[in-house]
C-alpha cells in the first residue's frame, strides 16, 4: 500500500512513522508513506494557504488552490489513487470495519489540514471520502492522520499482527459544521454561494443554520435524535 500525506508540517510525522509498527510495515516493503507540503504549491510571495471565510466568521480556511494543485502533482506518479480521504471532524467515523475496507486499497491520498476547515470545493470536488476519529477538537488533521495510517498499518498482510482494538467514541449532540468557503469566488466554474457574498449577516446566519441542520440530518441523524431525548 502507497499513502500520500498532504499536509502543511511534514516534521510531525518523522517520530512516529519512524517506530514500532508502522516502521516494520515501511520495511517490509508492505507499506509506503510520501509526505507532501501543501505550502510548497502556494502561489504567493507569503505561501499562503488559508484565508478569512467569506461571510465572517472566527478562524482561517483552508485554500482551495494550493490543495488541488499538491493533489495533481502527485496523483500522476505512483500508481492510481483508490480514495482521497479528508481527515474532518464532519467525516464518517473511523472504525474498525472501516479500516479493513481500505486496507486491501493500493493507494490512498490522506489531506490533513491545520485550521478552522477546508474551503467546500475540497469536499464537493476532490475528496472521495472523509474520516473523523471522534468529536473533539484537535490543532489539525496530522493526528488523525496518523491515527489512520496507524490503523491501516497492522491490517497489512505480513506486518506484525498484534490485534487492533478499537476505542468507540462517545459524540456530542451538536450540529455538523456549515459549509464553509474562502478566496478564490470563483475557483474551476465552482462558485461560492450568492448568500454568503451578500453581506447580509441575518440571511447568512439562516443560511448556516439550515445547511448545518441538513448536513447533520444526512451524515449524522444520531446526533439528531439525541438532541430530542
Known sequence: MRIDLLNLFPEMFAG???????KRAQEKGLLQIVLTNI???????HRSVDDRPYGGGSGMVMMAPPVFAAYEDIAGRGGPVDEVILL?????????NLARSLAPKQRLVLIAGHYEGFDERIRKHL???EISIGDYILSGGEIPAMVLVDALARLLPGALGDEYSSVEESFSDSLLEYPQYTRPADFRSWKVPDVLLSGNHQEIKNWRQQQALERTRERRPDLLERDIE
Open 16 to 22: 512516529v512513522f519512524q517506530q514500532s509498527i508502522i
Open 88 to 96: 474532518t471532524p464532519q467525516g464518517q467515523p473511523l472504525t474498525q
Open 127 to 129: 475528496a472521495t471520502m
Open 39 to 45: 505550502r510548497d504549491y502556494a502561489t504567493d510571495n
